[in-house]
Structure formats: structure tokens, C-alpha cells
């Protein structure tokens, strides 16, 4: 006979009157949350006691959502990231992040395995992902929290690749076999095998005979190099003389760099830093205007004068403004404006005055913006001397029905000409 043993019962964690007192005031799910019992229990003690369910409040919308969780969508927290099953539900990733939050569930794959741990930095990140089942960034995160470096694959050297070494350039060789410049030369280096092209003592003699590139060129390799060899056998650089004869600082100022270093075969930048450093100015070419040259000044453009002189735009520029003469300005050929023309501008419309004149819209349009003539309008009254005689003396409704014109019009031409405004018979004292 088997005898039966009785498992031992669960003790049952009493109600205090703390946790009814919160039940009601929330979401059955949050009041769960906050005492640490399960929601079933807070559910099942609420409608033991009577006590109703708690509206939601605009709180609870932000942080789960308007419409109610079911039992389905409380099931698939955890089993996922929290974006994929926002897009299955249909929820925002907010609401359900902030729900198994407040549920207490873990993310399912969250939780690091010894195993899993050492597998970090084994392969890639990507690899280790797809191998474990974690999103690539917590496997990046992962190793980087534990100090673990990531991981490189090493490409070891051929004995193909380690004869290409030292036949030609770095760069080129890198380019053949598919490596770096810098890993090219470190193991060329380390090899101990030197470089494509050594220094003969014709290369030494060419350098500081010419500028570091034309030596380069000729030797067929790079401007470092040629600096660096040059420095170390103590050369100095052919930009830069540093013997000058007396005949040769003779002649500095005396025409352009340019000019002297041609004369003697010197670099322009060598000449410039002599003349600078031994204080002497800069060659100008000094222009001296005589009566007749300034008489010509204004007659006709800087530019024709120039040409003519045999001197440079600026300077003819420089020597008219100085003498304060205006710079010659060709007047347009054509017709000149009679005094007729003159004073039927804005009578007529611009295009009838064209017609009638025989001249250019354009050109009539301009006169009459230079003359202040506004544009013709055949409803504008033409104010005469008769009119104006009428201000002062009639009030400026009469005057307005008299010439035809509104009262505005009327007082805005007394206001110009400043005369004041004609008392009524009323207001006239006898």
C-alpha cells in the first residue's frame, strides 16, 4: 500500500485594510501594480466588496491607451520587443511598453546567458545576433558593457602577395593585392625589405638643383621622399638661396620680381624674400602726367585714354578722380526735346504722344518720370487759374458742383495751395 502524503498547503496572503482601501480609486491592473498582488485577485476582492470599477482617467489614456487590454494582448507581452507586438495589436509602442511594465512581465531574450556571453566577441555582432536571437544593438551593447573587444578578421600574408613587396610603390601594391597603404608598409617593414626605388648618388647630386616636385618628376617618385632625403643629407632647398653677390642685390627694386628672377634664373618667391629681407620696396612704375595728358582726362573712357598712354586702367582712374574730373560719359544720340513736347507731357497718353511726335514709348515714358509728369488720365480735372480764383470765396460744395469735381478733390487742392476755407453765410456777421 502506497501511502498518500498531502502536499503542503499554500498560505494565503490576507487582505489588509490598506489594499481595500485602494481598490476602486484605479485601474484594476495599476492598483495590482502598486500593492503587488495579481490582477485576478484585485479584480475578484473588488466584486467581493461591492466596490465598483474606477473610471479610466485622461492619465490612464496617455500612459495605456483609450480602449481597454484583453486577456490576447496581455498574453503576447514578453514574447517579442515591444515594437513588434505594438504592430500586431495595433497599439502604440508607448502604451504597450508602459502595459507590461506595469504588469511586471520581462522581455523574453532580455536576460543574458553564460553561454550567450560567451559567444560576444567570437564573431560579429551581427552573427552572434542572429545566433542568439537578440537585436544586434543589445549584442553591441552587451560587449560593450562587459569590456570585450570586437571582432576582427585577420588576413593573413601569401608568399605571392610577400614577393610583390618591394617591386614598386606601397600604393600600387596595395591596389594588386586589395590591402591598406599603412598595412603595405608595415609589413614590407617588418620583412626588412626596402623599398622599390633606392637613392644612387646621380638622384643625390640632382637634389637642391632644382625644386623638390621637378626632382621628384625626374627621379620618378613622391615630394616627401625628396624632402625627407634632402633634409637628411643637409641640402638646403633651391627655393631658397642663401648666397647673393653684391651685382644680385644691386638689382632688386630696380623692376618687378618677376622680371629679376627671369634676368637670374632665380625663383620669383627666392627674389620677393631677398628684396624683403634686405628692407628694399617693391618695384612700381611711377607715371608722370604732363598739361596735355591731363587735358585729355574725361574726353573719353579710362579705358581708351589707358590704351592710348600706355599706362594701366587704375592709374588713369586714380589720376582723373584726384584731378576731380568726371568720368566720361557719351551722350545717347537722337532727337532733342522741343519746348512743345515738354509741355503737352502727361496732357495725353504716352502712347498718342509717341504717334504724334514720331518718337519711342520708352523714350516718352522716361522724359515724363524725369520732368515729375504723372501718367495721363482723362478723368483728372486740369486745374486752371480760374478755378483757383474761386477758393476763398465760395464754400467748397459750390465749387465742386460749378467745375465738376468731388468736394475732396476741392479741398485737397485749397489745402495746397494753402488758402483757408470760405465761411458760410450763416457763420458771417453783420
Known sequence: MKVQTQSPAKEIRRWMSKEDAVLGKAEDAVVAHKIGRAVKQVRQRRKQLGIAAAPKSREDDALLGPTPWTKKEDALLGTMSDAVVAQKIGRRVEWVRNRRKLLGIVISGTLWTKEEDALLGSATDKVVAQK??????????????????????????????????GTTMDKIVAQKIGRGKSSVFQRRQQLG?????????KDDALLGTASDPIIARKIGCSIWRVVQR??????????????????????????????????????????GYRRKQLGIAAFRKIKYWSKEEDALLGTMTDKKLAQRLGCKIEQAAWRRNRLGIKPFCPRPKGRTWSREENELLGTMSDE???????????????????????????????????????????????????????????????????????????DIKH
Open 193 to 201: 625589405i626596402a623599398s622599390s626605388r633606392s637613392w644612387s648618388k
Open 230 to 271: 634632402r633634409k637628411r643629407l643637409g641640402i638646403a632647398s633651391a627655393c631658397l638661396k642663401t648666397h647673393w653677390s653684391k651685382k644680385e642685390d644691386a638689382l632688386l627694386g630696380t623692376a618687378s620680381d618677376p622680371i629679376i628672377a627671369q634676368k637670374l634664373g632665380y625663383n620669383r618667391k627666392n627674389v
Open 352 to 426: 498718342s504722344f509717341a504717334q504724334r511726335f514720331k518718337r519711342n514709348i520708352i523714350s516718352v515714358k522716361a522724359r515724363r518720370t524725369v520732368k515729375k509728369i504723372p501718367v495721363f488720365n482723362p478723368k483728372r480735372h486740369v486745374w486752371r487759374s480760374e478755378d483757383d480764383k474761386l477758393f476763398g470765396i465760395r464754400p467748397d460744395e459750390q465749387i465742386a458742383r460749378l467745375i465738376g469735381v468731388t468736394v475732396l478733390a476741392v479741398k485737397a487742392r485749397r489745402l495746397r495751395l494753402g488758402i483757408c476755407l470760405c465761411p458760410k453765410p450763416r
Open 132 to 165: 542568439t536571437g537578440h537585436s544586434e544593438k543589445s549584442v553591441f551593447a552587451r560587449r560593450k558593457r562587459l569590456g570585450i573587444a570586437p571582432f576582427h578578421t585577420v588576413k593573413l600574408w601569401t608568399k605571392k602577395e610577400d614577393a610583390l613587396l
